[in-house]
């Protein structure tokens, strides 16, 4: 099965995928993380040069992009199905609906990009306010993640489409382990104990 671990910057999605495939690892569940963007590849150091702001695209490109480069990791996705009972996605392509829905793009075009990968089967959205993404990070931001106004919109539209979708949300703006908890609860009810 895969589980999408979403959210906004600073939610915990990467720490969250590590409890969890720790997790299911003690459990004797073999699982892989995945993370997206992966900036590894040819198109993920697209992204970041397009992040970090040297790049400059139009929303359609970008998001574009970021499907390719999810496509350009389908394989090795698909192999390690094969080979996993679990695969974590530390970000999947919810993230590009949220995003590009903020930017102005159609959602029918944006799911038509990812048309064709393999499929979820559970979503948790790390629910975490602006505020508190804002607080647990001093460095410097993408272009993304900059704005707090902008912030605001990708959590309202997470959330909605959290409510569309039927993701599972949990509150992210608590400490990582009771956030874990949470995910544990949620995951424990879709893999074999």
């Known amino acids: 099965m895969i589980i999408v671990i979403e959210g906004f910057d600073q939610a915990g999605?990467?720490?969250?995928?590590?409890?969890?495939?720790?997790?299911?690892?003690?459990?004797?569940?073999?699982?892989?993380?995945?993370?997206?963007?992966?900036?590894?590849?040819?198109?993920?150091?697209?992204?970041?040069?397009?992040?970090g702001g040297s790049r400059p695209f139009p929303p359609q490109?970008?998001?574009?992009?970021?499907?390719?480069?999810?496509?350009?990791?389908?394989?090795?996705?698909?192999?390690?199905?094969?080979?996993?009972?679990?695969l974590i996605m530390n970000r999947y392509y919810q993230s590009n609906l949220v995003y590009g829905i903020v930017n102005g793009l159609d959602i029918d075009w944006l799911q038509n990009l990812d048309r064709?990968?393999?499929?979820?089967?559970?979503?948790?959205?790390?629910?975490?306010?602006?505020s508190d993404s804002f607080s647990r990070k001093s460095d410097r931001r993408d272009k993304f993640e900059e704005n707090l106004e902008f912030a605001g919109k990708i959590t309202r539209t997470y959330r909605s489409l959290?409510?569309?979708?039927?993701?599972?949300?949990?509150n992210a703006s608590r400490h990582k382990q009771q956030v874990h908890q949470d995910v544990r609860e949620i995951v424990e009810k879709y893999v074999a104990k």
């Open 13 to 51: 999605k990467m720490t969250q995928s590590k409890l969890l495939h720790k997790f299911l690892k003690a459990r004797n569940i073999k699982s892989k993380i995945f993370s997206f963007p992966d900036y590894r590849t040819p198109i993920g150091r697209e992204i970041r040069r397009y992040l």
């Open 61 to 86: 490109v970008i998001h574009c992009l970021l499907a390719a480069n999810r496509w350009e990791k389908s394989k090795e996705i698909g192999d390690a199905l094969k080979e996993n009972d679990v």
């Open 116 to 130: 064709g990968l393999p499929k979820e089967d559970l979503v948790i959205l790390l629910d975490v306010e602006p």
């Open 162 to 170: 959290a409510k569309e979708f039927g993701w599972k949300v949990v």
